[in-house]
């Protein structure tokens, strides 16, 4: 108890401290998601109520995680990296009693470095890192910990196959019209699922002959006008209208879109029934639960004949490499998605840079060893190919995309994946290759062993 009274104490001297130790929150267990200021509206989607701080055996480090929940949601982090913050440090509560440490002193570099080997994961890693840095900078407690260091691997891009989304524009109509609509507009949108199920009932705003949709961003905490088709339009005004016949205009549902509850006809099959649409805000595990049965009703498969697991994420990815594939600008493609940043937009350049090969190759223009076809193809897109995929160099050419940006390896155009050679560079690589064996002799005559390295990886 002593070691809580002299937490307290320090907060009391934090400007944080100061603000939070009169909140009654941090003298209760389980907290109430509306009173952290997240929206009746946000509870009932994510079907959460509470977040609970049961199970911690160290009261000093049960505040300490509260007051760590408290600076997540002020940054407004997601509700998912709050939740997950409690449950690491709680596993670092228990961690700590097995191996008989209980004093906040106790916690060296060594220590936390152990704690996080246990389950190297970047999300643990992070959350001890964010949480030492937090009480370290408001002087509640001060730590050392040395972040360990995780190979990071390259994002999974996951998008729909063009043979997996043809299956599913053809099957479509397996859904309830609402849901059908729902996830017609995602892929069209691209919003995350969270933001199409928040979408007021209406979001449709007419300037002269321009529509415009009022949508809701997750990472910026938003609502904004974005203009649309107008054949997004008349998907939104169906939608209406739908509400309009089923629960009537004069309804004060305030969602584009509704409950859709078959839990009567269970025997039967969601897909053979008529639902029953109730006016309640849809949720995250209803519309997974309709995708789970719609890829086993639409039996989708890949081209290598395996189930692909539909999630509603995938309209969104696919969105994102659709508009890289079609030459977007990265900023651009950021404002649709909603993206706090461009982080992801290079993989998904990366992407489209694939697709935009193998559309070179089947086409017969430029092929992966640069020798340029007589058939020259009608469509522009494709004589742009050519600009984009072929560059002259000293010694071949270079494939190197400008949609991937200025080259990171000037100079090194032999060890470089974009570099293709043709028989006419034949001469000019014979001349290079006997200058770099004179290169070898001398460098090996001095001793430059780095050097005879390099030059042997080149001549190979």
């Given amino acids: 108890m002593l070691i809580l009274e002299v937490l307290k104490e320090r907060l009391i001297k934090s400007e944080l401290g100061q603000e939070w130790i009169k909140n009654p929150l941090l003298f209760q267990d389980i907290w109430s998601i509306e009173e952290l200021g997240y929206t009746e509206e946000e509870c009932k989607i994510g079907q959460h109520k509470n977040i609970y701080f049961h199970g911690f055996s160290l009261s000093w480090l049960k505040l300490l995680t509260k007051l760590t929940v408290l600076a997540t949601i002020r940054q407004k982090f997601s509700l998912d990296t709050a939740t ?25 570099d060594t220590l936390l470095r152990e704690y996080v080997s246990q389950r190297t994961t970047k999300y643990r890693q992070s959350c001890i890192a964010y949480a030492v840095r937090l009480w370290d900078e408001e002087g509640w407690v001060k730590l050392s910990y040395t972040h360990i260091k995780i190979k990071k691997k390259l994002p999974k891009i996951e998008t729909i196959p063009e043979e997996v989304l043809y299956q599913i524009y053809n099957k479509f109509d ?11 507009l995602q892929l069209v949108l691209g919003c995350r699922i969270g933001e199409m199920l928040r979408m007021p009932r209406q979001c449709l705003k007419q300037e002269g002959n321009k529509w415009f949709l009022l949508r809701w961003i997750e990472k910026r905490k938003q609502w904004q006008f974005y203009e649309i088709h107008h054949l997004v339009t008349e998907l939104v005004r169906e939608q209406q209208k739908f509400l309009d016949f089923q629960l009537g205009a004069d309804s004060k549902f305030d969602n584009l879109f509704c409950n859709v509850d078959v839990s009567s006809h269970r025997s039967r099959g969601k897909f053979q029934v008529e639902p029953v649409y109730q006016p309640e805000i849809l949720t995250y595990g209803g519309t997974a639960y309709w995708l789970r049965g719609f890829r086993e009703e639409a039996d989708l498969k890949d081209k290598y004949g395996n189930k692909f697991e539909l999630t509603s994420h995938h309209f969104r990815r696919t969105k994102a490499s659709i508009m890289a594939y079609c030459d977007a600008e990265d900023e651009y493609i950021a404002a649709v998605l909603g993206h706090g940043s461009l982080d992801m937009l290079p993989h998904y350049r990366q992407r489209s840079l694939e697709r935009l090969e193998k559309e070179a190759n089947s086409k017969g223009y430029v092929d992966k060893y640069g020798q340029v076809s007589s058939f020259k193809p009608r469509k522009l897109r494709y004589e742009k190919l050519a600009e984009i ?5 000293p010694l071949g050419e270079c494939h190197r995309p400008t949609i991937l940006g200025d080259c990171q390896s000037r100079y090194a155009c032999l ?5 293709r050679v043709t028989l006419e560079d034949k001469t000019k690589l014979e001349a290079d290759y006997a200058s770099l064996k004179q290169d070898l002799q001398q460098a090996t005559t001095v001793g430059q062993d ?3 390295t390099e030059i042997n990886r080149l001549l190979n």
């Fill in 84 to 108: 997950n913050r409690i449950t690491y440090l709680r596993q670092l509560d228990e961690f700590l009693l097995t191996k008989g440490y209980s004093q906040p002193e106790d916690l060296t």
């Fill in 415 to 419: 060890s470089c994946d974009h570099h």
């Fill in 389 to 393: 995929l072929k560059v002259s160099t």
């Fill in 450 to 452: 780095r050097r005879v």
């Fill in 174 to 184: 397996l859904f309830p019209p609402p849901l059908e609509r729902l996830f017609r």
